[in-house]
């Protein structure tokens, strides 16, 4: 089959790709430029790690748990130490903006009418970041009172609840929003 007709026969696949790969890389570099300008004294380490691990200490101290964030001397993070004992640290990769340039770059290549859209992105993002402080509440906790299973909390569960809503949000909107073709 001559590469033309391969190109007009997977259109919709390379259109997906092609928009995909070319929001992410908008995203992630306007993040990235994002993080140069937001780090400093007040926002250490960045501004939205800042705000995450702060509104996360609250939903702790909501739990009736004693939070403190202290910047961490050896890396661009906040201890988090609930009880005066130390559980866990609070990096970049724990305020969710990279998931949710995921999710906004998989809803976009699958992109409906433009309202409808930004409100999925809107609505979605939200959520994500709701789950993803409760997410931090709730590892911190099991790290406090389980601190043995640090491993199986940090790299399987909590990726996997995340991860999972991510891919759910993703099915509900490439089911019931976005304008796929499909063949009858």
Known sequence: M??????????????FIATFLLVYAILTFS?????????GEKYYPDYMTNLVAKQSKEILNA????VELLPHPNEASLKLIINEKYVA???EGCNSVSIIILFISFIIAFASKFK??????????????????VRIAILSIGLYHYPWRKDIL???????IIYGMVCLLWIVWVNRFSKIKRNA
């Open 154 to 160: 940090h790299t399987v569960i909590f990726p996997a």
């Open 89 to 91: 640290r609070v990096i």
């Open 116 to 133: 409808i859209t930004v409100l999925y992105i809107f609505a979605g993002s939200v959520l994500i970041y709701i789950a993803n402080l």
């Open 2 to 15: 001559p590469l033309k007709h391969l190109f007009i026969k997977y259109k919709s696949v390379l259109k």
């Open 63 to 66: 739990l009736d748990y004693r």
């Open 31 to 39: 993040y990235k430029f994002f993080l140069q300008f937001s780090s």
